[in-house]
C-alpha cells in the first residue's frame, strides 16, 4: 500500500507540474524536454548493403530522475502514426544503429523500392514504471516527428512506362536477364520498359499493347530479347451465380503478391453445387482451376488459411455475408504453395 500512494503521489506531482495529457491508455508528458531525432540521408542502393546507418536521439527530460525505454518509429507521412513499425527499441540509449541491407528488407515490407517513400520517424519514450502497480497508465514522452523520403533498393526491376507514367512493374527473382510478374494493362496505351535503377530504356524499339484491358502475365527476356504476355484476370464463381460467368474478377496487390476481392456470399449446404472455387480468364480449361485441398474440405471459417490445389472440392461458406477473399498463388501456377483467406467485413 505505501508503495502504490508513493506512486500516487508522484504522478500526482507530475500532473501539477508538467500538465499530463491522458489519450487512450496512456498518459502524455505535454511540458517537458522530449527526446529530439535527427535521420540520416535514406536513399539506398545495393551497393551500400554492408553500410551503417544511425538514427540520433536525445534523452526525455521529465525534470525528475526516470529511467525510460526507447523505441523508434516509422510510418507513412500524414498518417499520424495510426499504424507505426517499431524498429528498435532501448533501454540505455535513444541513438539507434542499423546495417543499411537490415533497414531497407525491413522498410520494404511496407514501401515499394526504387520510388520515393514519404514518411516520418520519431521516438517514442516510455518512463520505466516497474513499482507503479497494476492498472497504471504508462507515461511516455514523444519527440516531433521528422518527415523524409526513403529510397529503397530491390530485385532487379522493369518499370512499365506510358506517356512517361509508370503503370507496373517486372522484377528478376533470380537477378539474371529474365523478368515477370502479373501487370494490369490498358488497350488505349502503349508500353515500353525502362531500368527501374537508372531510368534508362530497356529493349528499344520493342513495345507493349493489348487489345483488352485486364492483368496480363508479363515475361521480359532482355538477353533473348522477347517480350511475352498473357491475359490472367483471377476470378471466383460458385453457386451465387449459379458456375456460370462472366466472373467477378480479383485485383492484384503486387508489393503483397497477392490477389483479393470483396464481394457476397451465401452459406452453403452439402450439395456438390454449393460453395465456390477460383479459375482464370472465365474458364475451366485454362491456366488455372484451384479448389480447396481434399484434407481442408471444411466449412470456410472466417480468417482461416486453406491449401489450394489445381481442381480441388468447392470452398463452402459458413454464413451468408461479405468477405474479403484473397489468394496466393505459385509463380509459375504448377509449384509452391497455394492458400486462401476469407475475412468477414
Known sequence: ?????????????????????????????????????????????????????????????????????????VDTAGNN????????????DSAFEFSVSDLNKVLLNNWLPYVNNSVEFRIRAVLDQTNAGAGVSPVVSISPSVPTTVVLYGLPQLNLVAGGVSYGYVRSSTSD??????????????????????????LSGKTISVTSAGYYKLEIDTVGK????????????????????????????????????????????????????????DSWSD???????????????????LNLKSGGSNILIPQTGKYLITITISDDLKTGAMTATLVSQ
Open 226 to 281: 522477347t517480350i511475352t504476355q498473357t491475359a490472367f484476370n483471377i476470378g471466383i464463381i460458385g453457386l451465387f451465380d449459379n458456375w456460370s460467368g462472366p466472373d467477378p474478377k480479383m485485383d492484384y496487390n503486387a508489393r503483397k503478391g497477392y490477389w483479393y476481392i470483396t464481394y457476397t456470399l451465401s452459406a452453403s449446404g452439402s450439395t456438390t453445387s454449393d460453395g465456390f472455387k477460383f479459375r482464370s480468364n
Open 1 to 73: 500500500m505505501k508503495k502504490f500512494i508513493k506512486y500516487f503521489t508522484f504522478i500526482g506531482m507530475v500532473g501539477l507540474l508538467f500538465s499530463c495529457q491522458k489519450q487512450e491508455s496512456k498518459v502524455e508528458l505535454t511540458n517537458t524536454i522530449s527526446p529530439k531525432l535527427t535521420v540520416p540521408s535514406l536513399s539506398f542502393t545495393k551497393d551500400m548493403a554492408n553500410d551503417q546507418v544511425v538514427f540520433t536521439g536525445t534523452k526525455v527530460d521529465p525534470g525528475f530522475t526516470a529511467s525510460a525505454t526507447y523505441y523508434l518509429e
Open 287 to 305: 491456366l488455372l482451376n484451384l479448389g480447396v485441398d481434399a484434407s481442408n474440405n471444411t466449412a470456410f471459417a472466417s480468417g482461416a488459411v
Open 177 to 202: 536477364a529474365k523478368y515477370s510478374g502479373f501487370v494490369k494493362l490498358n488497350p488505349s496505351l502503349t508500353y515500353s520498359l525502362t531500368d527501374a535503377v537508372s531510368g534508362k530504356r530497356v
Open 81 to 92: 502514426f495510426k499504424n507505426p513499425t517499431v524498429l528498435a527499441s532501448s533501454i540505455r
